[in-house]
């Protein structure tokens, strides 16, 4: 099978967006793709992390490239970082695994962090022209700390970053280079940025591995998402320096903001037991569009299909992957998101996992849209209101 069958249009679309955005700004890939991940494309917050921290340590490092070639990173604060970020990043993802990775638990402590993540980066978007003054007078005035202390001070801010990046994907970036402006005053600017691309590296790459050793990546989404990505890079740093930064530092500020917003309202809503969703009109409106979302995407409507079809003695995920010619580790990836909507279930047969259409959460649905159709008028509304009062 060519291996662009697994591409899927949206999300190369996705990954061309955010990398052009990279490009253009020098953003951080986490902190706009990760939170695309879970509000548009309904991923699930663990999985999105996972995924997102891998496409973060794509857009980093060919930074780091360049950084090393030109001589511009300081190796010994780069240490420094990973002496603190590697251990922190361990013990962050030993706790994932104790929440589980699909679990409630997990969704809403990632989701959490994410949300904080976001506004921390933001404020420090929409502050650091102040920062890079309050340093550059203190290091007029030859205010820096010894350096056992800024050591020290490094490697906390690594342990820091280890937790953060590790739960959300975000902060390697612009909380990173925040931090070190604060701590290396003296030091050239564009080796602070080379250090803290560097060190972003392996602590997304670790970070990410960790997350595949506990079953949160989705390789086909990552190949589709890096398809986008190179080209958006590419294009967009041939235009970066026609770019407006401090407009573009503010714009992206905003949008990191709105998609903290957004994260919170959902998770309002998202991560609440179904059996609370009918406890009031607003419930059951958020539960719909949690279930359409779900929907709203071409293989997984098909997929609903194909299981409604099969009826109650439902398939194989390997079956259904071959009835609908597209790789498994796809459908597996769509069959978990349409089972954590309420629109699929799942059996073991021996060694089989069978899935079938939840008729239940499917007819809900259904019920959700007829719901007072017409006001009950049953020469408008046809045979279904008719079979239900009779029922």
């Given at each position: 099978?060519?291996?662009?069958?697994?591409?899927?249009?949206?999300?190369v679309?996705?990954?061309?967006?955010?990398?052009?955005?990279?490009?253009?700004?020098?953003a951080?890939?986490g902190?706009?793709?990760?939170?695309?991940?879970?509000?548009?494309?309904?991923?699930?917050?663990?999985?999105?992390?996972?995924?997102?921290?891998?496409?973060?340590c794509?857009?980093?490092?060919?930074?780091?490239?360049?950084?090393?070639?030109?001589?511009?990173?300081?190796?010994r604060i780069?240490?420094?970082?990973?002496?603190?970020?590697?251990?922190?990043?361990?013990?962050?993802?030993?706790?994932?695994?104790?929440?589980?990775?699909?679990?409630?638990?997990s969704?809403?402590v990632?989701?959490?962090?994410?949300?904080i993540?976001?506004?921390?980066?933001?404020?420090?978007?929409?502050?650091?022209?102040?920062?890079?003054?309050?340093?550059?007078?203190?290091?007029?005035?030859?205010?820096t700390?010894?350096?056992?202390?800024?050591?020290?001070?490094?490697?906390?801010?690594?342990?820091?970053?280890?937790?953060?990046?590790?739960?959300?994907?975000?902060?390697?970036?612009?909380?990173?280079?925040?931090a070190?402006?604060?701590?290396?005053?003296?030091?050239?600017?564009v080796?602070?940025?080379?250090?803290?691309?560097?060190?972003?590296?392996?602590?997304?790459l670790?970070?990410?591995?960790?997350?595949?050793?506990?079953?949160?990546i989705?390789?086909?989404?990552?190949?589709?998402?890096l398809?986008?990505?190179?080209?958006?890079i590419?294009?967009?740093s041939?235009?970066?320096?026609?770019?407006?930064?401090?407009?573009?530092?503010?714009?992206?500020?905003?949008?990191?903001?709105?998609?903290?917003?957004?994260?919170?309202?959902w998770?309002?809503?998202?991560?609440?037991?179904?059996?609370?969703?009918?406890?009031?009109?607003?419930?059951?409106?958020?539960?719909?569009?949690?279930r359409f979302?779900?929907?709203?995407?071409?293989s997984?409507l098909?997929?609903?299909?194909?299981?409604i079809?099969?009826?109650?003695?439902?398939?194989?995920?390997?079956?259904?992957?071959?009835a609908?010619?597209?790789?498994?580790?796809?459908?597996?990836f769509?069959?978990?998101?349409?089972?954590?909507?309420?629109?699929?279930?799942s059996?073991?047969e021996?060694?089989?996992?069978?899935?079938?259409?939840d008729?239940?959460?499917?007819?809900?649905?259904?019920?959700?849209?007829?719901?007072?159709?017409?006001?009950?008028?049953?020469?408008?509304?046809?045979?279904?209101?008719?079979?239900?009062?009779?029922?």
């Amino acid at each position: 099978m060519d291996i662009l069958h697994t591409a899927d249009i949206a999300y190369v679309a996705s990954g061309f967006g955010v990398g052009f955005l990279v490009g253009l700004t020098g953003a951080g890939g986490g902190s706009l793709m990760t939170p695309l991940l879970i509000l548009l494309f309904g991923v699930h917050p663990a999985t999105a992390v996972g995924t997102g921290l891998f496409y973060a340590c794509a857009t980093k490092a060919g930074g780091s490239g360049v950084h090393a070639f030109n001589r511009t990173i300081d190796w010994r604060i780069v240490a420094r970082l990973a002496t603190g970020s590697a251990p922190a990043a361990a013990l962050t993802l030993l706790v994932l695994r104790s929440l589980g990775v699909e679990s409630e638990k997990s969704g809403l402590v990632i989701s959490k962090m994410l949300g904080i993540a976001l506004v921390l980066t933001a404020l420090s978007l929409i502050f650091r022209q102040t920062l890079l003054r309050a340093v550059a007078s203190r290091t007029a005035t030859r205010q820096t700390p010894a350096d056992g202390a800024t050591r020290n001070l490094t490697i906390a801010t690594g342990a820091a970053l280890g937790v953060l990046v590790t739960v959300s994907s975000v902060g390697a970036g612009a909380l990173g280079m925040t931090a070190l402006l604060a701590l290396y005053p003296r030091q050239p600017l564009v080796r602070l940025v080379g250090s803290d691309i560097a060190h972003a590296v392996p602590l997304t790459l670790v970070a990410g591995v960790g997350h595949w050793a506990i079953g949160d990546i989705d390789f086909t989404l990552l190949f589709s998402l890096l398809l986008g990505l190179l080209p958006g890079i590419t294009i967009a740093s041939m235009l970066a320096p026609l770019a407006p930064e401090r407009l573009l530092r503010l714009i992206l500020a905003g949008v990191l903001i709105l998609a903290a917003w957004r994260l919170f309202a959902w998770l309002k809503f998202s991560l609440t037991p179904a059996s609370h969703f009918y406890n009031s009109k607003i419930m059951e409106i958020m539960d719909a569009v949690g279930r359409f979302s779900a929907l709203a995407q071409e293989s997984r409507l098909k997929i609903v299909r194909a299981l409604i079809s099969k009826g109650p003695s439902g398939i194989a995920a390997g079956a259904l992957a071959e009835a609908l010619d597209a790789p498994a580790s796809t459908i597996s990836f769509h069959l978990k998101e349409l089972a954590n909507a309420g629109l699929v279930l799942s059996r073991k047969e021996g060694r089989r996992v069978i899935y079938v259409a939840d008729y239940a959460g499917i007819r809900e649905l259904v019920d959700f849209l007829m719901a007072d159709c017409c006001q009950g008028d049953p020469r408008l509304c046809g045979p279904y209101v008719i079979k239900e009062k009779a029922s």
